[in-house]
């Protein structure tokens, strides 16, 4: 590897649990693009990631032909790194945080939409005031967030909406570290949808607030193989698998 390196005129560093590249990485750039399309040209297993709800709810088992990431990234820049330079071959993303429409690289498909739900313990002062509450209560008390520019155009509005003032450096999704600060801060409020509920280990309450976000999953990959049998494969399953949650949850919205 040493040699590898220093033919290339690189130098590897570690930062925030994964080793990166230094200097120019053209020429590793060029290799991932030809390993990539070959896995995709002759039916090699593709790699799958997702957010930390999606994974676990629509991605496991993996369909055929996939193999599933870690499923515990808590930003939007490294995964779309990963999906641009072809290290992954797909990734169910969170909208609003997604390529515009008109990015040439990166195509999205919308697979559904959801409210963005707030989440407080269960002796919350907040539950007092009913379905009298409001944004100015809520902006009262401190409530998650991750680290700045995580999710970009999220944070746009959820601060705006003053749900985004307790800063978090976390980069990798672990049930403590996020949840577990909650339980232990009963005047903590975090965020949620209909689907990431499920995961939870604890009970938690939504409060009775409308906010003027709208939220969903989207997968992403890039446009060359946007008509590939993978493709459909892996499209198809996630909608079936989004259908029964979406019976169960009217506020769950399938978008075909």
């Known amino acids: 590897m040493q040699t590898a390196l220093r033919i290339l005129s690189l130098e590897t560093h570690k930062f925030q649990g994964e080793w990166a590249l230094i200097g120019d990485t053209s020429f590793i750039d060029l290799e991932l ?3 990539q399309l070959w896995r995709w040209n002759e039916q090699q297993p593709l790699r799958l990631e997702a957010q930390r709800w999606s994974g676990p709810l629509l991605c496991v088992p993996p369909p055929a032909g996939w193999i599933k ?9 490294r995964p779309i790194e990963l999906l641009r330079k072809g290290i992954i071959d797909a990734w169910v993303a969170s909208y609003p945080d997604i390529p515009d429409d008109d990015d040439p690289e990166i195509a999205s498909i919308r697979l559904n939409r959801m409210p963005m739900l707030l989440l407080v313990s269960p002796n919350h002062p907040l539950l007092e005031l009913g379905e009298a509450i409001t944004m100015v209560d809520i902006a009262r008390y401190p409530s998650m967030a991750l680290p700045d520019g995580a999710f970009p155009k999220f944070q746009e509005i959820a601060t705006q ?27 903590a409020i975090a ?30 990959l890039r ?14 399953t996630l909608i079936d ?9 009217a506020e769950i919205q399938l978008l075909l």
């Not at 990431?69 to 820049?77: M, S």
């Not at 499920?198 to 409308?210: G, N």
């Not at 193989?225 to 198809?236: A, N, Y």
């Not at 698998?241 to 949850?249: F, G, K, S, V, Y």
Request: aromatic share 10%.
């Open 69 to 77: 990431g870690n499923f515990d990234c808590l930003d939007y820049q």
């Open 223 to 236: 446009r060359s193989f946007l008509q590939s049998p993978q493709t459909e494969v892996l499209h198809r």
């Open 161 to 187: 909406c003053g749900i985004w003032n307790i800063p978090n450096k976390q980069t990798s999704f672990k049930y403590q570290d996020w949840y577990g600060r909650m339980d232990s801060n009963d005047l």
């Open 241 to 249: 698998r989004l259908h029964p949650l979406a019976e169960a949850n």
């Open 33 to 35: 693009k030809v390993h």
């Open 191 to 220: 965020y949620g949808t209909p689907l990431s509920l499920q995961l939870l280990e604890t009970t938690k309450v939504i409060l009775p607030v409308k906010l003027p976000i709208e939220v969903g999953d989207a997968l992403l």
